[in-house]
């Protein structure tokens, strides 16, 4: 494996431009078959891992306005 720098750029942008030339009902194709990849690895993650996996709640931040000094 070599380590171009410039070839990874270039193909990473010929990637992203075949993405931003396809249309709206592909695009939304792929966002489902991604969803249904993330919740199959999950679904496995959580098996393998078993049902003593200990999770917390993300934090929810606000905005103090009273506290901002802007």
Same mark, same amino acid.
Do not use: C, W
């Given at each position: 494996?070599?380590f171009?720098?410039?070839?990874?750029?270039?193909?990473?942008?010929?990637?992203?431009? =075949?993405?931003?030339?396809?249309?709206?009902?592909?695009?939304?194709?792929?966002?489902?078959?991604?969803?249904?990849?993330?919740?199959?690895?999950?679904?496995?993650?959580? =098996? =393998?891992?078993?049902?003593?996996?200990?999770?917390?709640?993300?934090?929810?931040?606000?905005?103090?306005?009273?506290?901002?000094?802007?």
């Amino acid at each position: 494996m070599t380590f171009d720098l410039l070839r990874i750029l270039a193909s990473k942008r010929a990637f992203r431009q =075949a993405l931003a030339t396809r249309n709206i009902v592909e695009k939304l194709a792929m966002l489902d078959e991604l969803r249904a990849r993330t919740l199959t690895l999950r679904a496995a993650r959580e =098996a =393998a891992h078993g049902s003593s996996l200990l999770r917390e709640d993300p934090e929810t931040y606000r905005l103090d306005t009273k506290s901002n000094p802007s």
